[in-house]
């Protein structure tokens, strides 16, 4: 089973607020990637890191995310100004290998 | 880019039946891609069911199988006779050789196992 960490596990907004998730990976997994899952159960890439540095992310969260992975702390995602289709499952996974670890992810609702 | 399609909606199947989900998948990478297959039950994580990394190679755990053919770039998970406890979502992914990589998901595919 999986021991990756994260928290909230439910999150609820409003429009324009701000929503911060966070992340503890598995022991010894220097990766570690974000996902969204969407109401249609699509899965969207957001971004990974590898230790501290970020490897890949797309333009959605060049814009209106952050992301950060810090020595010693949780990663997190933060929106800074959430939209109703933000609504979502936020997936955090990491990995040592080529197979990646989930976590229970943060349900956030954007009202 | 990669894409992955699966079986859609839900498959019901009777307990002690065979079951099979069908997964093709298109990839732009001149490497063979790593096939994994995934499953969430009900009020659970997305686990990793089992994983095969080199073409013609099968993979296989708790009864289910997913052989990994080149050919006809198909990954189908399969099992011989399924139990209640099947009954979860199941997801096909794609991913490369580097560990930095993301994975391709396909759409899931919901399993209801009656008794």
């Known amino acids: 089973n999986s021991k990756v960490i994260q928290t909230p596990r439910y999150l609820v907004k409003g429009q324009g607020q701000k929503a911060k998730m966070r992340c503890i990976p598995e022991?010894?997994?220097?990766?570690v990637f974000w996902y969204q899952q969407n109401k249609n159960n699509e899965f969207k890439f957001l971004i990974n890191?590898?230790?501290?540095?970020?490897?890949?992310q797309i333009d959605m969260t060049e814009k209106r995310f952050s992301a950060e992975c810090p020595s010693n702390s949780p990663c997190s995602l933060e929106i800074q100004s959430s939209e109703a289709g933000d609504s979502a499952l936020y997936l955090c996974?990491?990995?040592?290998?080529?197979?990646?670890?989930f976590g229970p992810g943060t349900r956030l609702t954007v009202l | 880019g990669d894409s992955v399609t699966q079986t859609e909606g839900q498959v019901t199947v009777s307990e002690s039946k065979s079951l099979i989900i069908n997964c093709t998948y298109s990839?732009?990478?001149?490497?063979?891609?790593?096939l994994f297959w995934y499953v969430r039950y009900p009020g659970e994580g997305l686990q990793l069911l089992l994983k095969?990394?080199?073409?013609?190679q099968k993979g296989s755990s708790r009864g289910f199988e997913a052989t990994y053919n080149k050919e006809t770039t198909s990954f189908h998970l399969q099992k011989a006779s399924v139990q209640e406890s099947d009954s979860a979502v199941y997801y096909c992914?794609?991913?490369?050789?580097?560990?930095?990589?993301?994975?391709?998901f396909g759409i899931g595919t919901r399993v209801l196992v009656r008794p």
């Open positions: 996974a990491s990995s040592r290998g080529v197979e990646q670890y």
């Open positions: 022991k010894g997994h220097p990766v």
């Open positions: 890191f590898q230790n501290q540095e970020v490897l890949q």
């Open positions: 990839t732009t990478s001149i490497a063979y891609p790593n």
């Open positions: 095969v990394i080199t073409a013609g």
């Open positions: 992914a794609l991913g490369t050789n580097s560990a930095g990589n993301k994975l391709t």
